[in-house]
C-alpha cells in the first residue's frame, strides 16, 4: 500500500526521455530500451574503440556499449548519472551489457575490474565514483573482484566534460599511480570508464598499472563520442 502511494505521489521516470515507467518497466523505459544507440563492438576485433590506443599502448580488448552523441539520449544518461546521483543507471546498463559480453564465442579472461578513479577531493565533491555501479556490475556479472583500491588519481582535474578533445590529452601521463602487492601481479585488469573520448585517461591508466609484473589489460566504456 505503502509503495502503491509513493509511486501514484512520486511516478518513477525513465531516466533516458523522463516518461513514466510501466509497472514491468525499470530505469528505462521500453521505447528507449529499443532506441539505444548500441555499437556492438565488443563482436569486433578491430572495433573503433580498439584503434584509439593502436601504436600507444598495449591493449588486450576495447569495447564500448554505447555511441555518445551530443544532445543525445546518452548524454542525458551519462549526465544523470554523473551529476544528478542516478547510480541506477550504471548498474541497469552494466547489467544489460555483460549479457552481451557473455554470449561473445570467445573467453576474455579478465581478473579484476578496475574503475577509473576520482581524486579524493573530486570524490568528497561527487559523493561517488559514477562509474561504480557500472564497474561492480560488470564484476558481478563476470564473477570476479571488483578493486577501487589499486588505482589512484594523484592529481585533482576540472570536470572533463568542460574541456575540449585537446584538453583532455594533455597533463594526463602521470596523474594515476599504483599501489599493489605481489598477489596483484600476473592479474588482467578491466578498466572501466563512463566515455571513451581520446583515450587518453584510459592510456594513462593502463600506464600505472602496468607498473605491476606481468599485468595485462583491458577496458570497457559505458560510451564512445561519435
Known amino acids: 500500500m505503502i509503495n502503491y502511494l509513493i509511486n501514484l505521489f512520486f511516478p518513477k521516470v525513465c531516466d533516458g526521455c523522463r516518461a513514466i515507467l510501466l509497472q514491468n518497466e525499470n530505469v528505462f523505459c521500453t521505447l528507449c530500451r529499443h532506441e539505444m544507440p548500441l555499437t556492438q563492438y565488443h563482436l569486433d576485433s578491430k572495433n573503433e574503440a580498439v584503434k584509439k590506443f593502436y601504436g600507444k599502448i598495449d591493449i588486450q580488448f576495447a569495447s564500448t ?11 542525458e544518461l551519462i549526465h544523470n548519472l554523473k551529476y544528478k546521483g542516478h547510480e541506477e543507471i550504471g548498474t541497469a546498463l552494466g547489467n544489460w551489457y555483460v549479457e552481451d559480453l557473455k554470449e561473445v564465442s570467445f573467453e576474455i579472461p ?3 575490474v578496475i574503475p577509473v578513479p576520482l581524486h579524493k577531493r573530486k570524490f568528497k565533491e561527487r559523493g561517488y565514483n559514477q562509474i561504480t555501479t557500472f564497474g561492480k556490475a560488470i564484476a558481478k556479472g563476470f564473477g570476479i573482484p571488483f578493486n577501487e583500491n589499486l588505482l589512484l588519481r594523484k592529481v585533482y582535474s576540472k570536470t572533463q566534460s568542460k ?9 594526463i601521463e602521470n596523474i594515476f599511480d599504483v599501489e599493489f602487492i ?4 600476473n592479474k588482467h585488469f578491466l578498466i572501466v570508464d563512463d566515455v571513451l573520448t581520446t583515450g587518453a585517461t584510459i592510456e594513462a591508466c593502463s600506464r600505472a598499472l602496468l607498473k605491476i609484473p606481468g599485468a595485462k589489460i583491458s577496458t570497457i566504456c559505458i560510451a564512445m563520442a561519435h
Open 110 to 112: 579478465f581478473d579484476v
Open 182 to 185: 605481489e598477489t596483484n601481479h
Open 163 to 171: 574541456k575540449d578533445l585537446l584538453g583532455r590529452s594533455e597533463n
Open 65 to 75: 556499449f554505447l555511441y555518445f552523441n551530443k544532445k543525445g539520449m546518452v548524454q
